[in-house]
């Protein structure tokens, strides 16, 4: 069966992921790596429960560190786990390019302590949102978003979700505005700091692409799926593709389904906190078989279950 790996983004968080997992060696030499290329103390942020992990600036090495850390505990006892493809949702394309060998790690974390403050700065600038589209008619919300001067489809995650972002105003008009015209069976407003991936961001892209100019990145040893442009990254456009990433669409269902077409995948194996990306999976292709680690016990039980692959 082949598979292909899921990084979970941002949002996903929650307060002591991981903490069950502090007592595998590879583990936490991961998370040690990272802290101090994040210079962050990143067990320490796992175990808060003060409301650091909502902030952006944390959240991203946090979060990254913690679905390479599972990476790292897979490759270590199932070697041969046969993984076709990557993609991860947004801040996800980091842990996977890293797992995928095309980002060091020293580089990959301190990059993300960047982008964090990069995005954190941008959200504190503009009071800015999003809101979950569910169950959409893809043209008329496209539509009502270019009707408005500040909105617009910030994620595209499935042929039932979409996310549109903007202004605290402008989200307001367009909920308003979708229930009215009934192009969506649900509008749910989200309780994040930013309308990440819209042009709102422009001023973090801006710094990213300085950021970005002295960063390596080798060819992944695994095709990692690019949420910007629903191909393939390869080394040489790697940083030009992140840089864009953070003001405009992703398109994540799309890459499943480039997985699904080119990589010939079966089956995917999300890594990290929740099931979101799992559920988008099945959204896409009910066909897929779904599985997810979380938990020693979810990471112990998919060991034992795939031990054909060590």
Not at 72 to 85: E, T, Y
Not at 192 to 211: C, E, I, Y
């Amino acid at each position: 069966m082949q598979l292909g790996i899921l990084f979970s983004g941002q949002g996903a968080q929650k307060p002591g992921m991981g903490c069950d997992l502090l007592a595998d060696e590879t583990f936490s030499k991961t998370l040690e790596q990272a802290s101090e290329a994040a210079e962050l103390d990143i067990v320490k942020l796992l175990k808060s429960e003060n409301g650091e992990l909502n902030q952006t600036r944390y959240v991203q090495p946090v979060l990254a560190a913690f679905s390479l850390g599972i990476w790292h505990m897979l490759q270590r006892d199932l070697p041969n786990l046969p993984a076709a493809g990557m993609v991860g949702l947004s801040l996800g394309e980091y842990p996977a390019l890293m797992a995928a060998e095309s980002l060091v790690i020293d580089a990959g974390f301190a990059l993300l302590k960047d982008r964090g403050q990069y995005m954190q700065k941008a959200a504190d600038e503009v009071a800015s949102t999003l809101a979950a589209v569910i169950d959409p008619d893809i043209e008329p919300v496209e539509k009502i978003c270019a009707q408005l001067p500040d909105v617009w489809v910030a994620n595209y995650n499935s042929p039932r979700q979409l996310v549109i972002g903007g202004t605290q105003a402008g989200i307001k008009e367009a909920v308003e505005r979708l229930k009215a015209s009934q192009a969506a069976k649900r509008v749910i407003k989200l309780n994040v700091s930013g309308a990440f991936h819209t042009p709102l961001f422009d001023g973090a892209r801006q710094q990213m692409k300085v950021r970005l100019h002295d960063v390596e990145f080798s060819q992944p040893k695994v095709p990692v799926i690019s949420n910007t442009i629903v191909a393939p990254f390869q080394s040489k456009e790697t940083a030009a593709i992140l840089e864009r990433q953070l003001a405009v669409p992703t398109h994540f269902g799309q890459d499943l389904q480039y997985l699904i077409d080119h990589q010939k995948i079966e089956g995917t194996l999300e890594i990290g906190p929740g099931k979101t990306l799992s559920k988008f999976a099945k959204q896409v292709d009910a066909g897929l078989i779904r599985e997810h680690i979380e938990t020693r016990l979810d990471y112990e039980n998919f060991v034992k279950e795939h031990a054909q692959w060590s």
